[in-house]
T-cell receptor, first 117, second 115 residues
Framework: DTGVSQDPRHKITKRGQNVTFRCDPI?????LYWYRQTLGQGPEFLTY????????KSRLLSNRFSAERPKGSFSTLEIQRTEQGDSAMYLC???????????????FGPGTRLTVL | AQSVTQPDIHITVSEGASLELRCNYS??????LFWYVQSPGQGLQLLLK??????LVQGIKGFEAEFKRSQSSFNLRKPSVHWSDAAEYFC?????????????FGRGTSLIVHP
């Protein structure tokens, strides 16, 4: 168990460019979550997956944001036409839910820090 | 809507001193409550969580928290702080959805430990 990994750890881009981040969850985990954390704030939930199904996406910040988990393993978060306000840390977490349990613990990755110039 | 208030942005303590970090929440139903710690370059790590039962919850690294419904609080405590405890601490309250929970985090309290 190597934990949740995220790639890249840092991304600098120019306004208007598209960026994609990758998250690899803990191998047996069936749930995967994306959060955004801006400076001086706590993480803000964006979306989550159960295997390959995206179960909650109403909190994605705008239609410029999209996420996929095509094979139920790794996930990608894409931001199109980046804006300076998108500069933040993007965090991924994963968890294992046995059956219909509600007490799954989310394990977080180190995050991808995005800077939009 | 649920929300969390962490009234202290920074807390400074001396190594070996006791610690209490404050957290107040707003939630209509019985809350699911969490404390996380975030060190520079590290992911958030769960310290402890409260779902039901005993209102005094023990966590990792010697931390504990007490749920007080009458005060809508879930304060984090540690009897003796170590220099390695210096980090950012986040309180969170969660709603459940689809069998999972979606936490709403406070803005965090930065803990500074003096030798």
């Amino acid at each position: 168990d190597t934990g949740v990994s995220q790639d890249p750890r840092h991304k600098i881009t120019k306004r208007g460019q598209n960026v994609t981040f990758r998250c690899d969850p803990i191998s047996e985990h069936n749930r995967l979550y994306w959060y955004r954390q801006t400076l001086g704030q706590g993480p803000e939930f964006l979306t989550y997956f159960q295997n390959e199904a995206q179960l909650e996406k109403s909190r994605l910040l705008s239609n410029r944001f999209s996420a996929e988990r095509p094979k139920g393993s790794f996930s990608t978060l894409e931001i199109q036409r980046t804006e300076q306000g998108d500069s933040a840390m993007y965090l991924c977490a994963s968890s294992l839910v046995p059956g219909t349990g509600v007490t799954d613990t989310q394990y977080f990755g180190p995050g991808t820090r995005l800077t939009v110039l | 809507a649920q929300s969390v208030t962490q009234p202290d942005i920074h807390i400074t303590v001396s190594e070996g001193a006791s610690l209490e970090l404050r957290c107040n929440y707003s939630y209509g139903a019985t809350p699911y409550l969490f404390w996380y710690v975030q060190s520079p370059g590290q992911g958030l790590q769960l310290l402890l969580k409260y779902f039901s039962g005993d209102t005094l919850v023990q966590g990792i690294k010697g931390f504990e928290a007490e749920f007080k419904r009458s005060q809508s609080s879930f304060n984090l405590r540690k009897p003796s702080v170590h220099w390695s405890d210096a980090a950012e601490y986040f309180c969170a309250v969660a709603q459940t959805t689809g069998g999972s929970y979606i936490p709403t985090f406070g803005r965090g309290t930065s803990l500074i430990v003096h030798p």
